[in-house]
């Protein structure tokens, strides 16, 4: 086998006219005796034709109606979508050969190339022919000793040397960044079996959000308390990454801007819109994470989590997969990875050593004495005025607008049935069951999953708008006020004293599930409440 010793000869673009005729004259006739047919799948891209082992090749198919773009990613990474439990990123060819490519449209193809267990999407503009290649037909290129390789292995040349085909390496194609991790994280999954009831014992929940159109998520245990966005105060670490800080219960919190930290532009912190900020621990310190808006919480195990090469080794420890959800893909976070960020460090442990004694006041005793007390984690939701369930009695939360259906002779309060990953989930509207007037609008509603037993119901409600932790002690009982046994006011259990960011008290009830599934009952079989 003739060698074309040219380590650059596909650094900057498809093979130049020299490297042509280099491959024309390093046909070796010699081995047309000792080699075997071997096929091939051709591709165009600009007037250029590719190939690629059919081997490698798994299928091809037409480009994903939703590609989730993936931050940090190499220039020519166009996205990732999900395929039958894999994640495929999509490599964009035309750019590995031209940074300044265009992206690519809805009418190209892409070939699934699988090689040491990864998957890889190769954007085509369309596929070509099954090719019978000869040994004589075939060169291959040898890059320089030390220099870096391309995606091209080598030629094939048909038509007496007028039909000129450019062979992809595959292995050069799953190896363009970041896989080592990916293989080690397959290779956990698989030693790593477990039955489904350890799954179900496992399963965790996170939290997803949307920063600069993408969603992600994370554990919800990384998260101590979400809030609605406060005026921020100046910092003098502002800058960039850092939008200010606020003075949140006794301590100084930076607040960073999540879509800068991950290089999805720059956000405007906006009090009174759909943004939020996670209060999350960071070492010693507290940090806030400006995000655009919060999405759903949902429960997960590890086998949900798939794996996503091909990230840019930039914060690469930030991400952990991609998660298929009926709603679309969703980037699965570190929190880990990210708080460890050397920046973020710095910037939440200068706010502690600056603004403490500022933010802490006369809130010194009072942190003190509630830091002896049980935390006790509460999602806050939005029904006409505020209300708090216990985290641990919901088992989801999804955004509506999920396909239901209505059965016919259902009560007016039950919006329909939806089937959510195999389970029947009953939808209840709280507004109709309650009496109260519809909403102005539901572009914020959300669907709380609450169950008992294998009876599962989905309470709408108009906007999910924080987590809150807070103490045991900050527990009440009822007002008898609020309290009712008509059927028409929500089953309160306590309700909890609470000081928003601003320093102003006030009080959130509990929403109580047990004796709403009660009343529910009642209601559905027009028993006396």
């Given at each position: 086998?003739h060698?074309?010793?040219?380590?650059?000869?596909?650094?900057?673009?498809?093979?130049?006219?020299d490297?042509r005729?280099?491959?024309?004259r390093?046909?070796?006739?010699?081995?047309?005796?000792?080699?075997?047919?071997?096929?091939?799948g051709?591709?165009?891209?600009?007037?250029?034709?590719?190939?690629?082992?059919?081997s490698?090749?798994r299928?091809?198919?037409?480009?994903?109606?939703?590609l989730?773009?993936?931050?940090?990613?190499?220039?020519?990474?166009?996205?990732v979508?999900?395929?039958?439990?894999?994640?495929i990123?999509?490599?964009n060819?035309?750019?590995?050969?031209?940074a300044?490519?265009?992206?690519a449209s809805?009418?190209d193809?892409?070939?699934?190339?699988?090689?040491?267990?990864?998957?890889v999407g190769?954007?085509?503009?369309?596929?070509?022919?099954?090719?019978?290649?000869?040994?004589?037909?075939?060169?291959?290129l040898?890059?320089?000793?030390?220099?870096a390789?391309?995606?091209?292995?080598?030629?094939?040349l048909l038509?007496?040397?007028?039909?000129?085909l450019?062979?992809?390496d595959?292995?050069a194609?799953?190896?363009i960044?970041?896989v080592?991790?990916?293989?080690?994280l397959?290779?956990?999954?698989?030693?790593n079996?477990k039955s489904?009831?350890?799954?179900?014992?496992?399963?965790r929940?996170?939290?997803s959000?949307?920063?600069?159109?993408?969603?992600?998520?994370?554990?919800?245990?990384?998260?101590?308390?979400?809030?609605?966005v406060p005026?921020?105060?100046?910092?003098?670490?502002?800058?960039?990454l850092?939008l200010?800080r606020?003075?949140?219960r006794?301590?100084a919190?930076?607040?960073?801007?999540?879509?800068?930290?991950l290089?999805?532009?720059?956000?405007?912190p906006?009090?009174?819109?759909?943004?939020?900020?996670?209060?999350?621990?960071?070492?010693?310190?507290?940090?806030?994470?400006?995000v655009?808006?919060?999405?759903?919480?949902?429960?997960?195990?590890?086998?949900?989590?798939?794996?996503?090469?091909?990230?840019s080794?930039?914060?690469?420890?930030?991400f952990?997969?991609?998660m298929?959800?009926?709603?679309?893909g969703?980037?699965?976070?570190?929190h880990?990875?990210?708080?460890?960020?050397?920046e973020?460090?710095e910037?939440?442990?200068?706010?502690?050593n600056?603004?403490?004694?500022e933010?802490q006041?006369?809130?010194?005793?009072?942190a003190?004495?509630?830091?002896?007390s049980?935390?006790?984690?509460?999602?806050?939701?939005?029904?006409?005025?505020?209300w708090?369930?216990?985290?641990?009695?919901?088992?989801e939360?999804?955004?509506?607008?999920?396909?239901m259906?209505?059965?016919?002779?259902?009560?007016?309060f039950?919006?329909?049935v939806?089937?959510?990953?195999q389970q029947?989930?009953?939808?209840i509207?709280l507004?109709?069951?309650?009496?109260?007037?519809?909403?102005?609008?539901?572009?914020?509603?959300?669907i709380?999953?609450?169950?008992?037993?294998?009876?599962?119901?989905?309470?709408?409600?108009?906007?999910?708008?924080t987590?809150?932790t807070v103490?045991?002690?900050?527990?009440?009982a009822?007002?008898?006020a609020?309290?009712?046994?008509?059927?028409?006011?929500?089953?309160v259990?306590?309700?909890?004293?609470v000081?928003?960011?601003?320093g102003?008290?006030g009080?959130?009830a509990?929403?109580?599930?047990?004796?709403f599934i009660?009343?529910?009952d009642?209601?559905?079989y027009?028993?006396?409440?």
């Amino acid at each position: 086998m003739h060698a074309l010793e040219n380590s650059n000869a596909t650094a900057t673009g498809p093979m130049p006219p020299d490297i042509r005729m280099a491959a024309v004259r390093a046909l070796d006739t010699a081995r047309a005796s000792s080699g075997q047919v071997e096929l091939f799948g051709s591709f165009l891209l600009a007037g250029e034709e590719f190939a690629l082992p059919a081997s490698s090749i798994r299928e091809v198919v037409n480009f994903p109606e939703r590609l989730i773009p993936v931050p940090l990613a190499p220039h020519f990474l166009d996205g990732v979508f999900t395929l039958r439990g894999h994640v495929i990123p999509v490599v964009n060819l035309a750019r590995i050969f031209d940074a300044g490519a265009g992206a690519a449209s809805s009418s190209d193809k892409i070939a699934i190339v699988e090689h040491e267990d990864i998957q890889v999407g190769i954007v085509f503009h369309s596929t070509g022919e099954v090719l019978r290649v000869r040994p004589e037909q075939r060169s291959m290129l040898q890059y320089a000793e030390g220099g870096a390789g391309g995606v091209v292995a080598g030629t094939i040349l048909l038509d007496d040397g007028a039909r000129l085909l450019q062979v992809l390496d595959a292995h050069a194609l799953v190896h363009i960044e970041n896989v080592p991790h990916v293989q080690a994280l397959l290779a956990f999954n698989r030693g790593n079996v477990k039955s489904q009831f350890q799954l179900q014992a496992a399963r965790r929940q996170c939290l997803s959000f949307l920063v600069g159109g993408t969603t992600f998520a994370f554990e919800i245990s990384a998260i101590r308390e979400i809030i609605a966005v406060p005026e921020l105060k100046p910092s003098v670490m502002a800058g960039p990454l850092c939008l200010g800080r606020m003075n949140f219960r006794g301590h100084a919190v930076a607040v960073i801007d999540f879509a800068a930290l991950l290089r999805l532009g720059s956000s405007v912190p906006t009090p009174g819109s759909a943004q939020r900020i996670l209060v999350a621990m960071l070492g010693d310190s507290l940090i806030g994470m400006l995000v655009d808006s919060i999405d759903s919480i949902f429960h997960f195990s590890d086998n949900d989590v798939m794996p996503v090469p091909l990230l840019s080794k930039a914060r690469a420890g930030m991400f952990t997969g991609c998660m298929a959800r009926d709603e679309g893909g969703v980037l699965f976070l570190d929190h880990q990875g990210i708080f460890s960020a050397s920046e973020l460090v710095e910037i939440s442990e200068g706010h502690t050593n600056l603004y403490q004694a500022e933010a802490q006041g006369d809130e010194s005793g009072r942190a003190l004495t509630l830091a002896k007390s049980r935390r006790e984690v509460y999602i806050v939701f939005g029904l006409d005025t505020q209300w708090a369930v216990a985290i641990g009695e919901l088992r989801e939360i999804i955004s509506y607008g999920a396909p239901m259906v209505k059965p016919p002779g259902l009560p007016p309060f039950v919006t329909g049935v939806l089937n959510l990953r195999q389970q029947v989930v009953s939808v209840i509207d709280l507004r109709c069951l309650f009496g109260l007037p519809p909403p102005p609008d539901l572009s914020s509603a959300k669907i709380m999953i609450i169950e008992r037993g294998e009876e599962r119901y989905g309470l709408l409600v108009d906007q999910v708008d924080t987590i809150l932790t807070v103490m045991a002690s900050q527990r009440r009982a009822t007002p008898q006020a609020m309290a009712g046994n008509d059927g028409k006011r929500f089953p309160v259990a306590e309700v909890i004293e609470v000081t928003g960011p601003d320093g102003k008290e006030g009080a959130i009830a509990i929403f109580a599930p047990a004796a709403f599934i009660g009343l529910l009952d009642a209601r559905l079989y027009d028993r006396p409440d």
